[in-house]
């Protein structure tokens, strides 16, 4: 079983053992792993190699091809003439592990990816893409998950994925005026005032 980590940096083992790639390999890993299953290949090499003509993009998509095919094994590498990527069933990625996991109401899988960067140091358009995908989605999961908490009344909870939404996105007002209202509802008045007070300063000095 391939195992790959995308969360505060990329990495991955086989069988417990390091795989060890060069950078373009690598940068491969990344990309097909945010989404295991077929690619095209011509659109792979575009995302990776968006300098390159053509010919060059889907040569150095080869040669990563190969790379990782030769570290990773033939068992988990989905390659053909028009598709490459990484067989479901024959890797496990951090990310949709923790995504489910949060989904499902796991506070500190979703505690994880608020405080864990995905592919850190990887500028291109998909990896920023795929940043702002992962913020939306865990901002609308953590905001449903505070406010199904507090229509059940367990305002602590509700408290506590709000605190989550409020640490994503630190100037989101909304997710601060519902964090502000459930640690009311707690009982914690002195913790909503200091609330209120850190967001006013924030978003005056932040946004003027």
């Not at 590498?77 to 949060?102: C, F, H, K, M, N």
């Not at 979703?110 to 140091?121: F, I, T, V, W, Y």
């Not at 998950?145 to 605190?163: K, M, Q, T």
């Amino acid at each position: 079983m391939l195992r790959v980590r995308l969360l505060g940096g990329v990495a991955a083992d086989r069988d417990g053992e390091q795989v060890l790639l060069p950078p373009s390999a690598v940068r491969l890993l990344a990309l097909l792993a945010l989404r295991p299953g077929p690619h095209d290949r011509e659109a792979v090499a575009t995302q990776l190699w968006p300098d390159s003509a053509g010919a060059a993009a889907r040569a150095n998509l080869r040669t990563a091809v190969w790379a990782l095919r030769k570290a990773a094994g033939d068992e988990a590498l989905i390659a053909s003439r028009a598709t490459v990527g990484l067989r479901p069933e024959a890797v496990t990625v951090d990310l949709a592990d923790s995504r489910q996991r949060a989904v499902a109401g796991d506070a500190g899988a979703a505690a994880g990816l608020c405080g864990s960067e995905l592919l850190p140091g990887y500028a291109e358009d998909w990896a920023d893409t795929a940043r702002r995908q992962l913020r939306a989605e865990l901002a609308e999961t953590l905001a449903g998950r505070s406010a199904a908490a507090e229509r059940d009344g367990d305002a602590g909870l509700a408290v506590r994925w709000s605190r989550l939404r409020c640490e994503l996105d630190r100037l989101n007002e909304a997710a601060h005026a519902d964090l502000i209202r459930q640690l009311t509802m707690a009982g914690d008045r002195a913790g909503a005032m200091i609330t209120a007070r850190e967001v006013t300063g924030r978003l005056r000095t932040e946004l003027g």
